[in-house]
């Protein structure tokens, strides 16, 4: 327990990381959607994608923690299960944390139909239609799966080098190319598309759920074998 606390303590320490830059990304893209819906008020609801950037970013923060404490942690004698755990801690605080403030600003968004001005940053309709647990429970969904993602991408490289990094991106290449060929070929697309009608937002993220539990057994075992 003592090195899992060591683990956490050595992420919080990078703040930047973790809470400064998430912040300053956010709210200065929310600030800069928010003064151009001011310029464009009494117009149609404006929507924007903005909030997309802070999920790429809990993607890119996964991808960089291994490599930026993965050695280090090594080198102070901490257990590689020990920083598994603590790593992954970390990245569930850092998705509830994000969930949490992105829901209220949601929440705060639409009882002040959109900021007065008529702005959807943070609060989308099909996103947002379902129980309030329910838009939790999505936003945390999304979050963890792509800290994960990125927490796998980052134990592939660390257990096979850029070589394997090379080599795996390729086969994901060609794998997914043929998966769209063989999409396209037998016309499956109109049911790709009537399935995702026919499904809440919600329930479409627990299909995540399956796969960021993938992500977390593989990192494990990559981890276990991957050189300092």
């Known amino acids: 327990m003592n090195n899992i606390t060591g683990v956490l303590k050595l992420h919080y320490r990078d703040k930047w990381s973790w809470i400064y830059i998430p912040a300053i990304i956010l709210f200065s893209s929310f600030a800069v959607n928010l003064i151009v819906s001011f310029l464009f008020m009494n117009q149609e609801d404006m929507y924007t994608g903005g909030i997309t950037s802070i999920v790429i970013y809990v993607f890119v923060a996964g991808i960089m923690v291994v490599g930026k404490t993965f050695s280090f942690a090594i080198g102070m004698s901490i257990r590689r299960i020990d920083y598994y755990i603590g790593t992954a801690i970390i990245g569930i605080i850092s998705s509830a944390l994000f969930t949490s403030l992105i829901f209220l600003f949601a929440q705060l968004e639409k009882v002040t139909d959109g900021w007065g001005t008529k702005l959807h940053f943070f ?91 993938l992500y977390l057994l593989g990192s494990y075992r990559m981890l276990r074998r991957a050189v300092v």
């Open 123 to 213: 609060h989308f309709s099909y996103i947002n239609d379902g129980a309030l647990i329910e838009q939790f429970t999505l936003y945390l969904i999304l979050f963890l799966n792509m800290f994960f993602l990125g927490f796998i991408i980052s134990s592939f490289a660390r257990r096979f080098g850029y070589k394997g990094m090379f080599i795996g991106a390729l086969v994901t290449l060609l794998l997914g190319s043929l998966a769209i060929f063989l999409l396209h070929h037998f016309e499956v697309w109109g049911s790709i598309f009537s399935w995702f009608a026919n499904h809440t937002a919600v329930q479409i993220a627990y299909w995540l759920v399956p796969l960021t539990l």
